[in-house]
């Protein structure tokens, strides 16, 4: 893939859907209207644990607006969604509590105030049982199971080389426990479904998602269809991080069960307070760390113990105890490694996928015992990851070897250079702490060895030379449209506003699995290049023909088909295409793009799992008012290797609002619990960074080419939470001299340790 | 392609979508309904001929409910529509009126009622023309052009050997002149579009319609926006048989200009009177013929010459020219031929595709000839159409020579064997006439020469291992769905429950041209089996490695993949597609299905011009009422050759269907015209069949396998139309012993006749 006089690739472009977004025109699923729309609204159980005894919907069947209320009972199929096996979640409970948020039963009327006045008509006891809340408690051999099997989620270990000769041969050691807190993912537009039934004997499903395809078989499923006859198209999506893939389907199912029952549109809107509830959380997680080193700073060995609480199902528990795995001991040569992870059960919220896949957990973890280590030998903290940080040729924690593409210490020295220049800010002023904290990274690009690796692309062009490009990813406000555009147009020459970049929907492209992983550049992208390479054939081939020359004598550039010896010699694309057309050269090709298969030990965790990693390095400069805690952050760089930037301003816009989240996690933003009760599931309460908190993030981008990715990209979308959750923990400790070692660190957590100094 | 053990195809199943059609639940174009949606109504000039002076839309725009009248300023591209060069029509004329129908100006309204009430109230004044209404009156030098290029629309002749040489040699010379009237399609939808602005800066255009992708290409144009921001939609289409091709492409783009302008849905539904009037007809046709023969029946040459009435646009014209020009002289070996086709230009409702493509003309003119020369010969009719019927290895009269599925003699045999069961109805009775009579017939299947004959078509299987299947071609009631579903299934080894055949949308597939030719089954079923044959390929591939076996070992059938060797070892399907999913083989396909390349001399029109013909012979036995001139018929045999019936039962719906419109050319229907105007647009006074004058149609399948078709298949849709108004022609002229020479042949025609004897 040739990457030079790259006319497109590489410039930053406003997203191409940008007008139809601040126009407001873009059609999220709220927006959407059907004639004869209903609405429902789930009737929950609103206690964490209990034995259901009876659901009574008479009453509410009886008021003003209502057309039905669903139980467990008018469901066709086995009433049971869940991201992987083990499914184990209902789509109405009918006989155990697991979570407060447990549906029970769905009203439907004709306005969403029927329905939730029905939903709270429906009568519904309950035995309550004992709340299992903690991960001992659920560890206890003896605790009551919260699934048939017991409460352990997933329990997996990673084990390389010989972490016991490696502490062994140690001459420092540092040890610490530490906290995070389940995060709520906030996107601005909670989660909403709209059903339609077809007059074709089909379902469509308009859906505020991330993975459609996933979707589409749980509704099948449960409405005992053929998937064949389920359509889910994606609408805009105003923010997922992963947060829309569980609930989409439970919200997907009950609308489509409602619509096809009644043969009417049903919409599905949750409020904040049910998107909060009802919908999964990122894993609270307890980390016991400890790390071993020479007194020159060399790290010898890492070791981690890991609990995830995964509340009440599984949902990507098993995916995120895998990425927690893998990432613990950081972007280093570390040679003896063991980590292990575990997600348990509890009668809370379930925790499933958010941006980082649990990599901001461990990162925090690994990169405070970085710095515990740097103070320990009383070295450089950026210097002491320089010396340790992974270099092509040398093996990850799972024993993977890159021999490209591994940016880790240009990023480190571009940050290092950047420090040069800038000062830390003036220390010694009475009321205020100044501190800087840096932090490395890493995060794997691809499912890898996780799953299934991948993506349909369509490429269409029609006779007058304009581009349709149909990805089976989702965009849900990372731009990957512009970048899919952008991909498409550097391969077939023509300008980016000649590509339409449709809808996803199921229909039309291969099963690609779910949109995650930060695959959608690296993985996605690719399979657009490829479609996007077999058009160009015939256009290049039917050029030839009308040029009269050799196919290598032609380049497509700017809508134009152009004889390289002589650029002066054109013709038009349109052109071009309509003759290929009537030539019978096809004008659409769809591809499907599959990674290089991942060689990999699920015992051990050794092996090829992914098919790159972005690599990155922050720094961040805050202060710290002594007297009310208050932080602010004066700088945060953050170095990325992006591999490629397809586009810089989308890799800017996903960077920064990486990093909000991170800073959210480190510094704000906490679930609140009562027995087992979300405490503060609004965004009053909640303490969701707003935009009064933007980061003063500068992005660097490092572009050290990745051969696995359409020219040369990885992806980027979630490495920056990790990176930045972790740069304020060690920026706080910098400042303050205190180590935190549970997340956030709110204002009021820094004052009181400030008064305990 | 194995045809041995076929489980799926050759079985008579009912429409796939029978169930959602008797239902009512199938949502036609006029049974969509969007929020806000308007309704659009075209002012038409009500005058075939004139200079527009001025169109004045302020009093129409005055009146309430109206929310916009469009005319042709408001289209921002070049407002021209057309099937094929020439585009000659406007879709809003501005200067020059060239036929009543001419729409001026769209009057969008909040209700049908309120639009049409604007349209009349928008003033035109126009200067009349004298109209040309006739053949005669528009080829003559110094008419007035109703085109800038003269009056003649398309012209070409057909020479094969001889003629002058082969009427030189006849011992025997019949000739005659034929004419045919124009007749209406009389689908019982009326044509029907809605427009619908989407969020993401694309149009949606919902379409009772024949050829999606032609319709975006004029859209687009007309928007003047890129093609890949219009998607055209096939909503379930009530009949179209040739007529939803420009009519949709004219208010599917003055749907689409207005809901764009308006950023509301607008909705456009012809009444009756605008379907007669404002879209296309059957050419009316005069066709001077002779036929020269030895007087043993040996035909030596054939000679015609042919005028179409075109009206007031191209249209369709160009290919029916050539269509008829094909196919004049009949199935039959011609050494010489001679044959001109001309289209005019007339100030009349233009003329274009209606099923058989002007082989029905000359069909009847031909094979009115075929008689005329039997009774000279004083020959049976049917020996003398077996001495002379093409054969495989004989040239038709273009030189294109058929080695396989010739099967014109089997069709005559069947005939003949069953007229040996079948007395002729006893004669002599007072009252009434007794006469049977016989026709043969070809018609070309695919676009062959006359275009690029490419089908896209997808083959997705979900884990469940139900299939879902996109054709580029619609289904417009011939039940080419249920034809897709059963090749998929036959390919597929799954049942047809588990098939489901989507709506045609120009998104998803390649640009599959227009839906017409009687090439669905042919070139779509192929492009169907090509698709479905490349999933199955991971089907097997992964059943091999399930069941431990070479890849030959593996058969599908319902539903299971199957060891061959050992039937009882099988595992179900949807666990072989589940596996094959995560093994990360291919489960859809997008195939871009090519007719082999047509070797053809548009000069001569010498040449390979299709990838195969249907044959067919019809006999009919009808008896007359001296006294009212009225016809029963009491027998109608339809022999065809269809390579292979994939579904019976749709077989035999098609012949009968298209039985009754080549019955209604023959016997009811013709289109009054009075200065221009016509004066039967409804079905009060213009004869369409009824369901009282369904015709006892008995269907003989003759399968001479195609090898150019899905299973040996080929297409039946149109050749019924020409066999049935052929035989018509005949039976009546045996019965009465009159040769009437002109279609349609009236009760009162008949009574006149008799009574001039």
């Given at each position: 893939m040739s990457t030079e006089n790259l006319r497109v690739v590489g410039r930053g472009i406003p997203k191409v859907d940008a007008l139809e977004l601040v126009t407001g025109r873009a059609k999220f699923a709220g927006d959407l209207k059907f004639p004869g729309m209903l609405y429902g609204y789930a009737r929950r159980?609103?206690?964490?644990?209990?034995?259901?005894?009876?659901?009574?919907?008479?009453?509410?069947?009886?008021?003003?607006?209502?057309?039905?209320?669903?139980?467990?009972?008018?469901?066709?199929?086995?009433?049971?969604?869940?991201?992987?096996?083990?499914?184990?979640?209902?789509?109405?409970?009918?006989?155990?509590?697991?979570?407060?948020?447990?549906?029970?039963?769905?009203?439907?009327?004709?306005?969403?105030?029927?329905?939730?006045?029905?939903?709270?008509?429906?009568?519904?006891?309950?035995?309550?049982?004992?709340?299992?809340?903690?991960?001992?408690?659920?560890?206890?051999?003896d605790s009551r199971r919260i699934h048939p099997d017991g409460n352990i989620t997933f329990s997996k270990k990673l084990i390389k080389g010989d972490v016991e000769k490696g502490f062994a041969a140690a001459e420092v050691v540092v040890e610490n426990t530490y906290h995070t807190s389940f995060q709520e993912h906030a996107y601005l537009e909670p989660e909403t479904v709209v059903a339609v039934p077809g007059g074709d004997g089909r379902v469509t499903v308009y859906a505020s998602c991330q993975s459609p395809f996933h979707i589409r078989g749980h509704i099948a499923a449960n409405l005992n269809l053929p998937a064949s006859r389920v359509k889910v198209v994606q609408a805009y999506t105003g923010g997922s991080f992963g947060g829309k893939d569980d609930v989409a389907t439970e919200i997907g199912c009950l609308a489509a069960v409602a619509a096809v029952k009644l043969q009417k549109p049903v919409m599905i809107a949750h409020e904040r307070g049910e998107s909060i509830i009802g919908s999964n959380l990122r894993h609270a997680a307890r980390i016991h760390y400890r790390t071993a080193g020479l007194k020159d700073g060399t790290i010898l060995a890492r070791q981690a113990k890991i609990y995830l609480d995964g509340g009440a199902y599984a949902s990507e528990s098993p995916f995120v105890t895998m990425k927690a795995l893998i990432h613990a001991a950081g972007p280093y040569h570390v040679p003896n490694v063991l980590v292990e992870c575990t997600a348990v059960y509890t009668n809370k919220t379930y925790s499933g996928a958010f941006r980082g896949f649990g990599v901001p957990q461990v990162t925090f973890a690994s990169e405070s015992q970085l710095d515990e280590l740097a103070a320990e030998l009383n070295m450089d903290p950026l210097q002491l990851r320089r010396n340790n940080g992974l270099q092509a040729g040398q093996a990850t924690a799972t024993g993977q070897v890159f021999e490209k593409s591994v940016g880790l210490l240009q990023t480190i020295d571009r940050i290092a250079e950047r420090r040069e220049q800038i000062p830390a800010a003036a220390p010694g002023e009475e009321r205020w702490l100044y501190g800087r904290g840096y932090s490395c990274l890493f995060q794997g690009i691809s499912n890898g060895a996780e799953g299934i690796d991948v993506v349909g692309a369509s490429v269409q062009v029609s006779q007058d030379g304009s581009v349709l490009v149909g990805v089976g990813l989702t965009d849900m406000g990372q731009g990957s449209r512009t970048v899919f555009a952008q991909i498409a147009a550097e391969v077939l020459g023509v300008t980016v506003d000649r590509i339409t970049v449709r809808q996803v929907d199921t229909d039309s492209v291969h099963d690609s699995g779910p949109t995650v992983a930060s695959r959608s550049t690296t993985v996605g992208g690719m399979a657009v290049y490829k479609a996007a390479g077999e058009v160009k054939a015939s256009l290049v081939k039917m050029a030839s023909l009308m040029l009269k020359c050799g196919e290598e004598q032609v380049r497509l550039e700017e809508n134009f088909a152009v004889l390289t010896d002589n650029p002066e010699v054109r013709i038009p694309l349109p052109e071009v295409a309509t003759a290929a057309y009537w030539t019978g050269f096809p004008l659409m090709h769809l591809t499907f793009s599959r990674a290089p298969d991942a060689q990999f030990d699920h015992e051990t965790h050794q092996g090829n799992i992914y098919i790159a990693y972005n690599f990155g390095t922050h720094l961040m400069d805050l202060r710290i008012d002594r007297l009310t805690g208050r932080v602010e952050v004066l700088r945060h760089l953050a170095a990325h290797d992006v591999g490629r930037a397809v586009n810089p301003l989308g890799v800017e816009g996903q960077v920064e609002g990486g990093a909000l989240i991170g800073f959210g996690m480190a510094h704000l933003e906490r679930i609140e619990h009562e027995g087992g009760c979300i405490q503060n599931a609004n965004f009053s309460d909640y303490g969701v960074p707003s935009i009064k908190d933007r980061l003063p993030t500068e992005t660097i981008i490092v572009e050290d080419h990745n051969p696995t990715g359409p020219y040369g990209a990885k992806g980027v979308g979630e490495p920056p939470v990790a990176g930045t959750a972790a740069v304020f923990a060690n920026a706080v400790a910098a400042a303050t001299g205190v180590r935190f070692t549970r997340l956030p660190i709110r204002r009021e957590d820094i004052l009181a340790a400030l008064e305990e100094q």
């Open positions: 159980a609103g206690i964490p644990a209990g034995k259901i005894r009876s659901i009574d919907c008479s009453a509410a069947l009886g008021l003003p607006g209502v057309s039905a209320v669903l139980t467990s009972e008018d469901i066709p199929g086995p009433n049971i969604i869940g991201i992987l096996p083990p499914f184990d979640q209902p789509v109405l409970a009918s006989q155990v509590v697991r979570y407060e948020g447990e549906s029970l039963a769905l009203a439907v009327a004709d306005s969403r105030e029927a329905a939730k006045r029905a939903a709270a008509a429906v009568r519904v006891t309950i035995d309550p049982l004992e709340p299992i809340l903690d991960i001992d408690t659920a560890l206890k051999p």
